[in-house]
């Protein structure tokens, strides 16, 4: 219940700071409580359940493959694609428009998630 509970967790914050870092440990987390039941299962298998167990260890070995393999290709495909730093830029007024600039910065960037630029 303690797997089931964190997996949960998981998909509802992802709390790494990188995205794809947190899909990666929800991977890792689900191929863990599939182990888990392949253990239990493991006590007394018939020749059916031992088909299923097969069948789930390779999803949970997928899981772990992709779990590592995505990532590192997000990172790769990260660096080989430039992108614009700054989704928007903002300009004021030098003797009079400095703090409403830097309020419209903090209120753009928290409603469109991408960092704005404040020519200063």
């Known amino acids: 219940t303690v797997v089931v509970a964190w997996i949960v ?8 700071r990188v995205r794809a870092a947190g899909r990666a440990d929800l991977c890792m987390s689900i191929s863990l409580l599939l182990f888990a039941v392949m253990g239990i299962a493991l006590e007394d298998p018939s020749p059916s359940e031992v088909r299923t167990l097969e069948r789930l260890l390779e999803a949970a070995v997928g899981l772990i493959l992709a779990a590592l393999a995505f990532p590192s290709l997000f990172a790769v495909w ?4 430039p992108r614009r730093r700054f989704l928007m830029f903002l300009c004021h007024h ?6 409403l ?3 419209i910065q903090i209120l ?13």
């Open 9 to 16: 967790i998981l998909l509802q914050r992802f709390p790494w």
């Open 78 to 81: 990260r660096v080989l694609s």
């Open 94 to 99: 030098k003797a009079r428009g400095g703090a």
């Open 101 to 103: 600039a830097r309020w």
């Open 108 to 120: 753009v960037e928290r409603r469109i998630k991408h960092p704005v630029f404040l020519d200063s």
